[in-house]
């Protein structure tokens, strides 16, 4: 089930791609001028190389004729024109006992193309060990935390960030080498107080990384930038306002005048944690991410999601910017896959109890939509008529649903009961000592 994936911009030359032997298909992110347009995928017979002859075939019959004419429409072309501002962002890395891939996170981070930024790192390793860290040029803070929880490290991110613009990457992830400038473009519309981007597979070598991606990854397909706001929504172009006549792309205009709870609270549609960013103000506003949704393993919370529902049923706009790539790897094994199910149900389970306190929608409609929308429509119906999942999966997704509320509420009790102790100050090695800033860091 092995499926080669690589990254196509249609600027530049077709070349054929080698080093297909045990690989069934090659998926091509299709891309111009770094937009992604669509996945594009071509079958392989056991060949060792897919010829250029081959890939173009496949882009001809894929990629239809809206999203051809999108590449040479005027709106598209403006999503690239960032040179009007680009101002300083502070990326937050969350981390807990991941040295390898830390570094490959932070490695790439350093090398983006964009004038001024600076790197965050808040490590909830419990050894208190300083992981070798590659020469980073732009590394301010690295901050021990005490206490896991991917929530609480993006708070203390949060108080240690220099810049009124803080992005939240996932430290399995690469951005692509324009990412902050595609976050910086969003943020241009002054309505936008929120962005997410566009998440894909770097590599998709066994079959758990295939059906994790067929199973859970509904929103990191989306290919049309899209504005969501609790008032009105529109999936195309800029977000209209009264008396103002706005650009879009020669297609329908989608307008609703109000959510329902139910697009409210189906929150893991707007983004999720690995690819996100705010202006700072938001966070007075809504407040700071709930710690207790980090549950008790760092990556098994939903603290991302409930961020982005309180961001839109506060009035505030977020924006979906394709244009803002990382890559991650998803999980390899078939324990990591059900673990990866697991943890998905109780998480939104959780999210949904907090939602059900936190007063921004009726406790009712909370309930309702638990009940009738997400446990019986989108659960129990799946286990029974699975289609290409394993029912496995959607069982142990429900597990984690039903066992949510006790999650929680254990993760509440952890939170309050933390005690307030300084972490430990860990030394960097003397030569990197005078670039790095090591602080203490207490959770909040």
């Not at 999203?67 to 598209?76: H, N």
């Not at 078939?334 to 998905?344: M, P, S, Y």
């Not at 009726?362 to 289609?387: C, E, H, K, N, Y």
Request: with cysteine; charged share 20%; glycine share 6%.
């Amino acid at each position: 089930m092995s499926i080669k994936v690589l990254d196509l911009e249609l600027t530049r030359p077709i070349k054929p791609v080698w080093g297909m032997a045990g690989f069934k298909a090659l998926r091509l992110l299709a891309r111009y001028k770094g937009y992604p347009l669509r996945w594009v995928e071509v079958a392989n017979r056991g060949q060792p190389a897919i010829s250029a002859e081959l890939i173009r075939q496949a882009l001809i019959e894929q990629l239809d004729r809206s999203v051809v004419s999108a590449v040479f429409d005027e709106q598209l072309q403006r999503q690239f024109n960032y040179q009007a501002g680009k101002p300083p962002v502070s990326i937050i890395v969350a981390t807990h006992n991941q040295p390898h891939r830390l570094a490959a996170c932070l490695k790439a981070l350093d090398v983006l193309d964009y004038p001024e930024f600076e790197i965050i790192v808040v490590d909830s390793n419990p050894s208190g060990q300083t992981p070798a860290l590659p020469d980073l040029k732009h590394l301010s803070h690295y901050l021990f935390q005490p206490h896991p929880g991917l929530d609480v490290g993006r708070n203390m991110g949060i108080a240690a960030a220099n810049y009124d613009l803080i992005a939240f990457i996932g430290d399995n992830t690469r951005p692509d080498s324009d990412w902050l400038s595609a976050i910086a473009g969003a943020f241009l519309e002054p309505e936008v107080k929120a962005v997410t981007g566009f998440v894909a597979p770097a590599v998709l070598e066994t079959g758990s990384q295939v059906i994790y991606e067929t199973a859970f990854n509904s929103l990191r397909q989306r290919f049309k930038r899209r504005f969501i706001n609790r008032n009105r929504l529109s999936d195309r172009g800029f977000l209209e306002t009264p008396g103002v006549r706005k650009w879009h792309l020669n297609r329908r205009l989608i307008w609703r005048s109000q959510f329902t709870p139910a697009e409210l609270l189906q929150a893991d549609l707007m983004g999720n944690g690995m690819n996100m960013a705010f202006r700072r103000e938001v966070f007075d506003s809504v407040g700071l991410f709930n710690e207790a949704l980090s549950l008790d393993t760092p990556y098994g919370g939903s603290g991302d999601i409930d961020m982005l529902h309180r961001v839109v049923a506060q009035g505030h706009t977020l924006l979906y910017e394709p244009a803002a790539l990382v890559w991650y790897v998803p999980p390899q094994d078939e324990a990591a896959l059900r673990k990866a199910a697991f943890d998905r149900g109780r998480a939104f389970g959780a999210y949904l109890s907090a939602c059900a306190q936190n007063g921004m929608i009726d406790r009712r409609q909370v309930r309702r939509f638990a009940r009738r929308a997400w446990l019986t429509r989108s659960l129990l119906r799946r286990l029974i008529r699975p289609g290409n999942v394993p029912r496995r999966l959607i069982a142990s997704e429900l597990a984690g649903a039903l066992l949510s509320p006790w999650f929680y509420f254990k993760a509440r009790r952890r939170i309050a009961s933390l005690s307030q102790k300084p972490a430990r100050i860990p030394q960097l090695p003397q030569e990197e000592s005078q670039n790095h800033i090591i602080e203490n860091a207490n959770p909040g």
